[in-house]
C-alpha cells in the first residue's frame, strides 16, 4: 500500500530531523511540532486517495442489488432489489439467516416458477399477505419486480427510487455517504422498528461490549467494533466463524487492506451499511 510507504517514510524524515538538530528545549519542540504535523499529513493522505476506495454509488443506488442472472435467457426483465426499502421493515436476519439469502450477489438459487418460489426467498413475503404476490384482483404482477429493458421503464424506476429515498430521508437521521441515512440512530431512537423475524419469536440481544481494534500502523487512531449494534441487525453467524473469530484480536484478515477488498466489514460496509468512505465512524478519533 502506497500509503503504509508514506508513513515509513515519515518516520525517516523525522528522524532525519532529530539527527540534524543539537538538543535543547527549542528543539524538542519543533520536533514535536513536525512529528504531529507529519503525523496528521500521514491521516490526510490516507483519506485523499492514499487508499483506493471503490467508487460509491448515488445514495439512491447504494444497497440495490441488479439480479439478472438467469433471466436474460429466459426471457424475463432484471429484478432490482431495494435494500432501503426493505431495511426499514425487516432485519438483515429476516433474508440472511431465516429465508437464507446470500450475502453475495446473484448467488441465491432463485428458482422463480412464475413468482411462486415453492414459498421460499421473495415469496416468503410477496405472497399477497406480507405484500404484493405474483398475481392479484388486478392481474399478474410480475412487472413490479421484472423491469422490461425499455428506457422509459428505468426512468420510472429510477424516479421511484429516488422518491422513495427522499421519503426516508426526510424522517430519518442523516449521515454521510451511502443511502445518506444514519441506520443505527434510526434504530436506537425508534424512528424504525424493523422485524427480526417472520416468526413470533423475538430474539435477545446478547449484547457483547464495544471493544477497539488497534490498528496496526502508527499514527492511525484504532478502529471501533460495537457488537451491540450488529446485533440487532443481524445473527451471529453472518460474521462467526466465517469471517471473524470468536476471540477478540484473532481475525487476520481484520486489516483495512481487506475491508478494500470486500472481505471482512468491507463484507457489509462497501454494499449495503454505511460505506468505508466515512472514516470517522469507524475511527472516532481520526482527523478527516
Ligand atoms: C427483505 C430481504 C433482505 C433484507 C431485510 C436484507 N437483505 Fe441483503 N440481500 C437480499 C437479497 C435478495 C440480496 C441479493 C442476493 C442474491 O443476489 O443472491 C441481498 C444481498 C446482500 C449483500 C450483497 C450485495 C452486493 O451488492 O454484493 C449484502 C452485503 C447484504 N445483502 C447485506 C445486508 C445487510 C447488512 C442487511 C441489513 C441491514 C440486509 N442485507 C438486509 C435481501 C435482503
Ligand atoms: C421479509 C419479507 C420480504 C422479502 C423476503 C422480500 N420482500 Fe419485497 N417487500 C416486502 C414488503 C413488506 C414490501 C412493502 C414495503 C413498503 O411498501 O414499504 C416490499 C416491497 C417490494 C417492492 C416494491 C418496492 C417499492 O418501490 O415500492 C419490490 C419491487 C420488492 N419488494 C421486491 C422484492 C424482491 C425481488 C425480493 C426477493 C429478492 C423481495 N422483495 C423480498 C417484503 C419482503
Ligand atoms: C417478488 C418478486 C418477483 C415476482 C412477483 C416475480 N418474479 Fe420472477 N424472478 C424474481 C427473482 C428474484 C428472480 C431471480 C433473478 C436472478 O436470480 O437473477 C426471478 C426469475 C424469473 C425467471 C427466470 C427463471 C427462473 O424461474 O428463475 C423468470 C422466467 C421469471 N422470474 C418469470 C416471472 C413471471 C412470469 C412472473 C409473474 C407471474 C414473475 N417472475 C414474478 C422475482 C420475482
Ligand atoms: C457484524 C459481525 C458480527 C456479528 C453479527 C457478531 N459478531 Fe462476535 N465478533 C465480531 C468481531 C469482528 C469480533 C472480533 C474478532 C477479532 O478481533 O479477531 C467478534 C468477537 C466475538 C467474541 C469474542 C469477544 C472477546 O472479548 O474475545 C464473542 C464471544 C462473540 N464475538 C460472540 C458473538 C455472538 C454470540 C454473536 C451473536 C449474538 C456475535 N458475536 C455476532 C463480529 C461479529
Ligand atoms: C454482516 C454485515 C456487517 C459486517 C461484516 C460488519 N458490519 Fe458494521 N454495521 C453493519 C450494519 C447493518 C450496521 C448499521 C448501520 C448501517 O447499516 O449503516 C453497522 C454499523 C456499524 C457501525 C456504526 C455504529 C454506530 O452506532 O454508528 C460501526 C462503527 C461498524 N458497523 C463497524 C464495523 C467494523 C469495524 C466491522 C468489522 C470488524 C463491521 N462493522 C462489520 C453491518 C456489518
Ligand atoms: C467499517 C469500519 C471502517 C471504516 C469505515 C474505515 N476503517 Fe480503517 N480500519 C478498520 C479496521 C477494523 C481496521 C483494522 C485495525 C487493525 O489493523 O487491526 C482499520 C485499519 C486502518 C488502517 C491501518 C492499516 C491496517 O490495515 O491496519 C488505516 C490506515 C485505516 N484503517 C484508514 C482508514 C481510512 C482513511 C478510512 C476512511 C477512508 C477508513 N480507514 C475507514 C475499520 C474501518
Redesign the pocket.
Known amino acids: 500500500m502506497k500509503s503504509a510507504k508514506g508513513v515509513f517514510r515519515n518516520r525517516l524524515f523525522v528522524a532525519a530531523i532529530i539527527k540534524f538538530f543539537s538538543r535543547g528545549f527549542r528543539t524538542m519542540t519543533l520536533f514535536i511540532l513536525l512529528l504531529l504535523s507529519s503525523m496528521f499529513l500521514a491521516g490526510l493522505s490516507f483519506a485523499q486517495g492514499g487508499l483506493k476506495l471503490p467508487p460509491s454509488p448515488s445514495p439512491e443506488h447504494y444497497s440495490t442489488v441488479f439480479m439478472a442472472r438467469p433471466t436474460k435467457e429466459k426471457n424475463a426483465g432484471p429484478v432490482v432489489f431495494s435494500h432501503f426499502i426493505h431495511r426499514v421493515k425487516f432485519t438483515c436476519r429476516v433474508c440472511h439467516y431465516e429465508l437464507e439469502f446470500s450475502m453475495k450477489a446473484n448467488d441465491t438459487p432463485i428458482q422463480c416458477d412464475n413468482g411462486k418460489m415453492n414459498g421460499r426467498y421473495c415469496a416468503a413475503c410477496h405472497n399477497g399477505k406480507i405484500s404484493f404476490g405474483p398475481e392479484d384482483e388486478n392481474g399478474k404482477n410480475c412487472s413490479r419486480c421484472h423491469l422490461e429493458t425499455k428506457i422509459v421503464t428505468w426512468k420510472k424506476f429510477y424516479e421511484h427510487q429516488v422518491k422513495k429515498l427522499h421519503e426516508l430521508q426526510e424522517k430519518l437521521p442523516k449521515s454521510k455517504f451511502g443511502n445518506e441515512i444514519n441506520w443505527s440512530k434510526a434504530l436506537d431512537e425508534g424512528l424504525i422498528k424493523p422485524k427480526n423475524s417472520l416468526s413470533a419469536s423475538t430474539m435477545e440481544i ?1 449484547n ?1 461490549k464495544t ?1 477497539t ?1 488497534e490498528a496496526q500502523m502508527s499514527g492511525i487512531s484504532s478502529a471501533v ?1 460495537p ?1 451491540k449494534t ?2 440487532q441487525w ?3 453467524s ?3 466463524p466465517e ?9 487476520e484478515s ?1 486489516r483495512m487492506y481487506n475491508l478494500l477488498e470486500g472481505d471482512s466489514c468491507g463484507v ?1 460496509h462497501l454494499h449495503v451499511a454505511f460505506p468505508l468512505d466515512n472514516c470517522k465512524r469507524c475511527h472516532p478519533k481520526m482527523r478527516v
Open positions: 446478547v457483547i471493544f481494534i467494533f457488537h450488529h446485533e443481524l445473527d451471529c453472518s460474521c462467526h469471517l471473524f473469530n470468536i476471540k477478540k484480536k484473532s481475525t481484520l457489509c
